[in-house]
């Protein structure tokens, strides 16, 4: 900067020359050259040594005036050639500065590697994306098992034999939840022991049966040695004569020796029967059974009691529908067909005071409602009246929009919902049948088997009468009545063998 105190000195000085009115040409141009001198020489101050400052610090530094490519092959780093020119003395400068390859924490140079996995990348890319089309074709062909799979909720993984049974080969079915991840165990269901008209697993009867049999073919063989042995064996049975008393009966045999057939090996008698030992029917008792019927039934054609007895009755099942057949005859007759649950049970009884009590508890076939519970069609299909039990899944109002008799196996359970557990469960006799099991803290549903049963019996008039079975006229069919799981946790009931 100027230093203006000079100037206001010299200003100062030509004023004062002024106030003396001694003013000349010289005076003004001295002034004026002092000043010219003091503006020459302003420059030289403070600003020259800044100026200075300024000259020695830049001569320490290069300017840069080109950067270009080094040609040094290093396949990690890449390398730049500076060219300067020094603000000292005016020398030039060559400088290589390397750029290391970048990391996955700092920028830097692509290099060689980096090219490399590129290129790797290229192909994979091209794998992955073959791949990539051969999944989504085969997702294509299988979307409709991957969708019933969703759908399901649940995929059986393991089939295993459950608890023994006399009559039928349990199973213990294992099922995994696609949507948790989870496995738990439940009772499957069962395989049926074989019969005459169908396929199924060998029962332990039909084991015993078959030792039996084994037993008796070795007895056998036996005797046929025996006979064989004898030169001669049986190949017939004839009657001799028919006596009043007794029939006589001849065995005919073959002679092994001679080829002579229809030889007779030996004969006997069968007695009449007696009130000791078992025999023939004689024509005396044939006689007292026939003036027998004729008291009890007044000369009707009805048969005799015993005979109904031959009257088989069959249980089938259709189109989730039971039916019996063989029935037919015994309704015409007036029988009626009474439904059983085995069961335990405990009726009210009421006594000559009046009071009200319970009596024993009975284990077995117990009857359920009275002679008008259950209605054979026409085409033996059997029904049941919808007022035996009360269902939740009803209210009154809907109850009496049904028919009175109805065929669903549904109407022959009383299923039922316990609002205190939130769990439903089926009252059975004296028993309560859940139909949940508590497992890791929660109800499950589980497969539960109802044992039913149908037989025939003259109508019964009394209302708390027990129904003694000696006054059955068939056998007591069983069946049963089951509940079969839905993949959406809810369940329905089916008739069973």
Known sequence: ??????????????????????????????????????????????????????????????????????????????????????????????????????????????????????????????QLRSSVSSLQTASGQHSNQLLIIQAAGHVVTDITQGSPHSSRVNLQVTKHDVRTGEDFVLNGGYLSGATHEKAGVMTAEQVQSLTAAKTD??????????????????????????????????????????????????????????????????AQHAKQLDALRQAVFGGSELPSVHSFYNFGIQIGMGNSELYLKGGEELVNLGFVPYL??????????????????????????????????????????MSINKSLFEHDEYDDEQMQALDQFQSQAKFFVADKYDESLEIRYVPFGKSRVELHVKKDGEYRLR??????????????????????????????????????LMYNGRYRWIFER
């Open 1 to 126: 900067m100027i230093d203006v105190s000079q100037l206001t000195s010299l200003i100062s000085a030509f004023r004062v020359e002024t106030e003396k009115e001694s003013i000349s040409p010289e005076t003004v141009g001295k002034l004026l050259q002092d000043i010219v001198d003091l503006l020459a020489t302003a420059s030289t101050g403070q600003e020259l040594q800044v100026l200075d400052a300024w000259k020695t610090m830049l001569s320490q530094y290069v300017v840069v005036y080109d950067i270009e490519e080094a040609n040094i092959t290093d396949p990690q780093i890449l390398f730049l050639k500076i060219k300067g020119l020094s603000l000292r003395n005016g020398s030039k400068y060559t400088s290589s500065v390397p750029i290391a390859g970048a990391t996955d924490s700092k920028a830097g140079a692509m290099t060689a590697t980096h090219v490399q996995s590129i290129t790797a990348l290229q192909t994979a890319v091209n």
């Open 447 to 484: 497969k539960v088997r109802l044992q039913y049963g149908i037989a025939f019996a003259s109508y019964r008039t009394g209302k708390r009468e027990l129904l003694d079975k000696k006054h059955l006229v068939t056998p007591i069919v069983p069946f049963h009545i089951a509940n079969v």
């Open 217 to 282: 073919i070795s007895s056998l063989k036996a005797a046929m040695r025996t006979i064989r042995d004898g030169l001669a064996f049986a190949d017939g049975v004839t009657i001799s004569f028919v006596g009043t008393d007794r029939i006589g009966i001849q065995v005919l045999g073959y002679n092994v020796v001679t080829g002579e057939r229809e030889v007779e090996l030996g004969s006997f008698s069968l007695p009449a029967a007696n009130t000791l030992s078992a025999g023939v029917m004689t």
């Open 340 to 381: 059983f649950r085995y069961s335990r049970k405990r009726n009210r009884t009421i006594d000559r005071d009046g009071v009200k009590a319970h009596g024993g508890i009975r284990k077995g076939w117990n009857v359920v409602g009275k002679g008008e519970t259950i209605q054979i069609g026409n085409n033996g299909q």
